[in-house]
């Protein structure tokens, strides 16, 4: 009898092992495969993720807050959205300010030799009112400390064309440019970080003079105009984007200041005419300006669809990049490259006729270089109002945002944003994107988007391999520069997140408390 109870027990104890196992293991997360699959399939047999890119950059070119060329993309854009099938396919306004639009500029040397110069206006920087011819001066600006050292130049400065920079040093610009990331940079930049973050120096003037006020002293000493380099780039490379003064006078708003005259130079061409100053010898320019300050409204535009969801579609999975752009180049790695592979997701859930539980909601956003006008007012409207500390009806129902927005480069890894409950999830995601370059969580660094962050929602950025970087913001900011097989991947890695956040039983678990 014994022996026949010590049996009975053992098999008891065997019976409830595997039910001890499932207590204490996590439930796993399922990954479809078979989902994914055809998700690769359809986006390397029938992409149009670069047909869509071309007519966002050369057709619409530069599209800059409330310029034609913003507006004419975000309906083109509204409208495919339309056309591939999604619902509530719309314009959602937002309040900006004034648009300023680049619609004609030409920039010369005419003495003492001719040279065309490479050049642009700087954003919301006035026109020329026709063609004008400056004698040049030379004022570097980083030597201004206070109003009296303008004093030997005020003489000089009245009806000129200031050139505000000392020369610059190109000589770090004759390096290769930046390759790829290896493994191993990537195996290290998934390491988690041990120690509290560092924290930067803040960098202060010498003087108590921001760069503005000093420009704001040539200006009112008389000039014309003044000229500079963007401070980064060679090789007739300009940076133009919205930056400097522009940026810290928010020339947008309709109750700023008048607009100065401000061009930004290559800095090959910049340096000669310095050069030749240095060497006493008077310096011409002749340009022509032409822009304009689109005003009838302050307000800009966000483009929204959706695929409905089913037993879930209250709850949101939220997906896209910035449609505006910098009003130079025609904004493709930043971010015609996001945007059309967020639309590239959308074409591709309708082609495979998915019908995803969640609602999933695509969103491209406009008056993005400014501050995150697009998305900071999307987030007001539908999840918090940060500024009156209001939570709206969906702010428990958006179960997360994805991002695209580092360049035209491959997808290789997503911030978990320090979340070991989101690292469980995502670790079984990316599992079917190994082949594919997706093989790293990041911990920390970039990869929280400040509009959703701040009220707290989780915002995920994805992040890109790196390539020549000297193309952002730049007039090399073009199609050229996107990679096809890149924004292809993209869409299958971008895609496969999406379906599987907008499948799976739960919410993804917040990473940030409630603000208020």
Same mark, same amino acid.
């Given at each position: ?49 670069? /047909? $869509? ?8 070119? #530069? @599209?800059?807050?409330?310029?034609? !060329? *913003?507006? &004419? =993309? ?26 300023? /639009? $680049? ?8 003495? #003492? @030799?001719?040279?065309?110069?490479? !050049? *642009?206006? &700087? =954003? ?393």
């Amino acid at each position: 009898r014994e022996s026949r109870m010590k049996v009975a027990r053992l098999f008891a104890i065997c019976c409830a092992i595997p039910f001890l196992v499932a207590a204490v293991l996590p439930i796993q997360e399922p990954v479809h495969w078979d989902i994914v699959g055809q998700i690769l399939d359809e986006a390397f047999n029938n992409s149009e993720v670069m /047909e $869509n890119a071309g007519w966002l950059t050369d057709v619409f070119g #530069p @599209r800059n807050s409330k310029s034609s !060329g *913003y507006l &004419a =993309a975000a309906e083109w854009a509204r409208q495919r959205l339309e056309d591939y099938g999604l619902s509530n396919a719309h314009l959602e306004p937002f309040e900006f300010g004034r648009g300023w /639009e $680049n619609q004609y500029s030409s920039f010369h040397m005419v003495a #003492p @030799r001719y040279m065309p110069i490479i !050049g *642009y206006p &700087a =954003a919301w920087s006035a026109g020329t009112n026709g063609k004008i011819r400056l004698q040049a001066i030379h004022v570097n600006l980083d030597g201004i400390e206070s109003e009296a050292d303008l004093d030997p130049y005020r003489e000089e400065i009245p009806g000129k064309v200031v050139l505000i920079e000392p020369l610059r040093d190109l000589s770090d610009q004759y390096g290769p440019s930046t390759g790829p990331y290896t493994e191993a940079e990537l195996d290290e930049m998934a390491q988690i970080p041990i120690g509290p973050a560092e924290r930067p120096e803040r960098r202060r003037s010498r003087s108590g003079f921001t760069f503005e006020e000093r420009v704001d002293l040539v200006f009112a000493a008389g000039a014309a105009a003044v000229a500079r380099t963007d401070g980064t780039h060679a090789y007739g490379t300009v940076d133009g984007a919205v930056n400097g003064y522009a940026l810290e006078r928010r020339m947008w708003e309709i109750n700023a200041g008048p607009p100065i005259t401000e061009w930004i130079l290559a800095a090959e061409h910049y340096n000669r005419m310095v050069r030749i100053l240095q060497k006493g010898i008077p310096v011409e320019m002749e340009a022509e300006v032409r822009v304009d300050f689109p005003a009838d409204d302050t307000i800009d535009y966000n483009v929204i669809a959706e695929i409905p969801g089913t037993d879930l579609a209250d709850e949101l999975v939220l997906v896209g990049g910035h449609l505006q752009s910098e009003p130079i180049g025609t904004g493709a790695t930043d971010n015609a490259a996001g945007s059309a592979t967020s639309m590239e997701v959308a074409r591709i859930f309708q082609a495979l006729g998915i019908r995803p539980r969640r609602t999933i909601r695509i969103g491209l956003w406009g008056g993005h270089e400014m501050g995150l006008f697009g998305n900071r007012s999307h987030v007001a409207q539908n999840y918090a109002d940060l500024e009156n500390r209001e939570y709206k009806p969906d702010y428990d129902n958006l179960s997360a945002y994805f991002n695209v927005d580092a360049g035209a480069g491959r997808i290789v890894a997503l911030n978990i944003q320090g979340s070991e409950a989101i690292r469980g999830i995502f670790s079984e995601w990316i599992k079917p994107l190994h082949n594919l370059g997706m093989k790293h969580l990041f911990t920390t660094g970039r990869g929280v988007h400040e509009a959703y962050q701040e009220v707290g929602l989780s915002g995920f950025y994805f992040h890109q391999d790196r390539h020549d970087d000297r193309r952002y913001h730049s007039n090399m900011d073009v199609y050229d520069r996107l990679i096809p097989e890149d924004l292809m991947a993209n869409s299958v890695i971008l895609a496969t997140f999406v379906y599987h956040a907008a499948m799976r039983d739960e919410m993804l678990p917040r990473v940030l408390p409630r603000p208020w």
